[in-house]
């Protein structure tokens, strides 16, 4: 990217190659040259990297037709831009089969005479490349410093965008990952997306390529990834002009002042939720009543408290065939609250993408929503959600603030329960409910006490009463999730017998359950 070149065409203006005549390859004369090289050797290959005008007196130039054919289809392949010969003592001319050749591969060979000094031309030619290395300098010192005095008035994606392609004077586009545009340029209308639409690897190239700002460059167009500390954000687009290495130099600086953008953006955004979560926390705990600026906060924040809404509570799991929340041990680090903080901010946008107010708050692996209870709407959002790693346990509904803490109440007692990816809804957890509400009865605690406390040093007893249970007291089944031979199941049936009257009455069962669901 910091190669400075000027094409083979421009450097024939040189006052030490006024005198070079063209003699083939006339169409490659647009070949970019960034170095000039003096070669006499007859291999090129460990020599030369691309783009160096070659100055040669002929002196080691193959005998035969195919090794000069070959003399030039290599530099040709290797991406030299053009070969000068100093005609008059080692060759009077370039050899017929090597004029062929360059014309096929549009080859540039120049004649010039004996007379010009090799040395007047890299000088001629190294001085104009770091006048324009200088020049470009300065010119992109001059766009950077407008850049940076762009970002600091930008108000929006938009306003960069604009002030980008002003710089540029060209059509400019940001696009996220997913190749979505946020924001395209309306000074240069004339050149439109499509044909800036990159190819679909390039989002996948970025994504795999952790750190890397190079731009990616083609025909008519380039770009360069927009990264942060979060990873990669999105991409800047441009059409090109007549000056790619000034345009590249200048679009990575442009893509650090995206994601920087990006960056106080996201601070602003992550300031303004934690207010909301705080005003939808008052809200969930009963404190509408008492507290005025609460309820103001909460209509700002699009609450109607006349609207019947139901509570949904999304508890992020771990990936495991028994599936449970994340820890706290996960919860705690800086990627456990990326984790709660992009699930709070996609449900945002859903809802509002359904016409709801982002009613939204989290806490430890779970994120709180209220949504309309409007059976289209919730559909939509449910449908809309992953849930292949969250479960989603849907609340009664609810027409008052009042009453949204009792549910949330509920639905707080009955989370241990969905425990499962997916939909959880509080209508068909009846026998979890009555359970619930039996739970710190005396009763309940004599039977837990009656079943339990005999057990208390016999934990292999005791997951052997739950399998019964899940099993449908089926032995074969439960010894077989157990991993136990049917004869250690009857043994420790008997035990059970022996210390807490266990049998296989339906009434002794239906005790054994009751109490394995309360506890």
Known sequence: MDKISFSLQTALLLEPLHTARVVAGEAGLNKLVKAVHILE????????????????????????ATAQRKFIET?????????????????????????????????????????????????????????????MITSADDLQR???????????????????????TTSVVFSDPQRRILAISHHHPD????????????????????????????????????????????????????????????????????????????????IEA??????????????????????????LLGYNPQQRYRPIMLSILERTDAPKEVSPAVLGTAEGFRIRERLA???????QDLGCAPLVTLSLSRVMLLAP????????????????????????????????????????????????????RLEQMLVQRILETARGSGATQALLQDVFSPLAEHPELIATLEMLVQTGFHQGKTAKKLGIHLNTLGYRLGRLENLIGFSADPEMQFKIALAVRLR
């Open 41 to 64: 050797q007859p291999d090129w290959i460990p020599w030369v990297h691309g783009a160096e005008l070659v100055l040669s007196t002929g002196m080691n130039f193959p005998k035969t």
């Open 75 to 135: 530099p040709a392949q290797l991406g030299v831009a053009g070969l000068i010969l100093a005609v008059g003592r080692f060759q009077k001319k370039f050899p017929e089969p090597m004029l062929k050749v360059a014309d096929e591969l549009g080859f540039p060979l120049l004649e010039l005479p004996w007379d010009v000094p090799f040395v007047d031309i890299t000088q001629s030619l190294t001085l104009a490349l770091l006048r324009q290395k200088e020049a």
């Open 146 to 168: 407008r850049l940076s005095q762009a970002a600091v008035f930008a108000k929006s994606l938009q306003d960069l965008t604009d002030a980008v392609a002003d710089i540029f």
């Open 191 to 270: 050149s439109l997306w499509q044909k800036l639409e990159p190819d679909q690897s390039i989002p996948q190239h970025w994504q795999a390529t952790e750190s890397s700002l190079e731009p990616l460059i083609a025909i008519d167009r380039m770009a360069c990834a927009v990264r942060d500390a979060g990873g990669f954000r999105g991409a800047l687009w441009l059409m090109r002009s007549q000056n790619p290495e000034l345009e590249a130099r200048i679009l990575v600086h442009a893509a650090s002042v995206f994601a920087v953008h990006l960056a106080q953006h996201q601070t602003r955004g992550m």
């Open 274 to 299: 934690r207010l909301n979560y705080n005003v939808m926390d008052a809200l969930l705990s009963g404190s509408w009543a008492s507290d005025s600026l609460l309820q103001e906060r909460a209509r």
């Open 345 to 351: 901010s996609r449900v945002a946008t859903l809802l």
């Open 373 to 424: 209870d409007e059976h289209n709407k919730l559909e939509a959002l449910l449908n809309r959600l992953d849930l292949s790693n969250t479960a989603a346990l849907i609340g009664s509904s609810a027409d008052s603030p009042e009453r949204l803490k009792t549910v949330v109440a509920e639905l707080e007692a009955l989370s241990l329960h969905a425990r499962s990816a997916g939909v959880h």
